[in-house]
């Protein structure tokens, strides 16, 4: 992505990840510098609630005073 002028809104060039389910968040270059506030969370909810093939990840940040949430999950059947 790093071609095409978009970078990790996490500096830290972290993503949030869980077993097999991850959230890397991208943003326009010249954007970068308006993000704040960025907040990452997994939440293992599989066997005995420590595996992580259910549950979720979400990324959370502000752009120019506007909240933006990215939630992905696997929830459990029935």
Known sequence: MLPRGFVNIDKDYNSVAMF?????AFIRRELATDVSKVKQVALEKGWMNIV???????????LKNRLFNFIATHLRHG
């Open 20 to 24: 097999e389910m991850f959230i890397i």
């Open 52 to 62: 992580g093939n259910k549950g979720g990840v979400a990324y959370s940040f502000l």
